[in-house]
């Protein structure tokens, strides 16, 4: 999903249904929709639920697992027309078939709103703390555009490309067409511009145009616990922009 281009996207929650909508707004990270049509559950059933975005023409195809999250409105009621969709990463296989969600417990269950009772703001605010990261990369990932020099072996000079995303667990570059599954590398990537990170990576996983997975398999403490924080703060940042 571009982050500064709108689209229409079809939003489909897994045992419950799909409907088509717009993103309103989008930052690294995260979006929001609005429903262009009956959404498939109301807002407090949707409240952290796994989905399947999928672009819609004219826009590129392309498919991202995300997290959704039930967004409040001046009074703390859930609004009905809209949801912020924490994003995973995109192109992923289909998720193999799983147990069904549960139903809201009863009233005064853990985690179930009472009926007829609006779910207070802070506790939708909260969860976007709380929401699980996703299963199939260990550590959700920032939508981040930087640059990334590449020292491959027998080289001379370095792969310059760029980031496409990047986690605690490794990142996704393109532009690095000379790189192969296997080959451990030697990372410089200008996060801050003030403090390169540099990290060793093993290349796990390749695409068309030169993009490809690297894993981060070994990096000094220090720069480890600053690429920690690195990111929760971008996270951070993305999720306070869409609350804004």
């Known amino acids: 999903m571009d982050p500064h281009t709108p689209e229409r996207v079809r939003l489909t929650v897994p045992g419950l249904?799909?409907?088509?909508?717009?993103?309103a707004r989008a930052v690294p990270g995260a979006?929001?929709?609005?429903?262009?049509?009956?959404?498939?559950?109301?807002a407090r059933v949707l409240h952290r639920r796994a989905a399947v975005l999928q672009s819609l023409p004219p826009d590129p195809p392309g498919r991202v697992e995300a997290t959704l999250l039930a967004v409040p409105d001046r009074r703390g009621t859930l609004r009905?027309?809209?949801v912020h969709a924490l994003l995973a990463v995109p192109d992923l296989p289909p998720r193999a078939p799983g147990p069904a969600a549960p139903e809201p417990g009863p009233a005064g269950s853990a985690g179930s709103p009472a009926p007829g009772r609006a779910v207070r703001a802070a506790d939708v605010h909260a969860a976007y703390a709380a929401a699980p990261a996703p299963e199939r990369r260990g550590a959700e990932r920032v939508h981040v555009l930087?640059?990334?020099?590449?020292?491959?072996?027998?080289?001379?000079?370095?792969?310059?490309?760029r980031t496409e995303d990047?986690?605690?667990?490794g990142l996704a570059v393109a532009g690095a067409y000379e790189l192969s599954r296997g080959d451990l590398v030697r990372l410089k990537v200008m996060l801050d511009e003030h403090r390169p990170l540099e990290a060793i990576g093993e290349v796990r996983r390749g695409a068309s145009a030169g993009r490809h997975g690297v894993q981060l398999v070994q990096m000094?403490?220090?720069?480890?616990?600053?690429?920690?924080r690195w990111l929760a703060a971008e996270r951070a940042a993305a999720r306070a922009a869409l609350l804004a």
């Open 146 to 161: 930087r640059a990334v020099a590449i020292h491959h072996p027998g080289t001379a000079r370095p792969v310059h490309a």
């Open 80 to 82: 009905a027309d809209i």
């Open 166 to 169: 990047v986690s605690e667990q």
């Open 17 to 23: 249904g799909a409907v088509e909508a717009w993103v």
């Open 220 to 228: 000094r403490p220090q720069d480890r616990l600053w690429l920690e």
């Open 31 to 42: 979006a929001e929709l609005v429903f262009n049509g009956l959404p498939p559950a109301p």
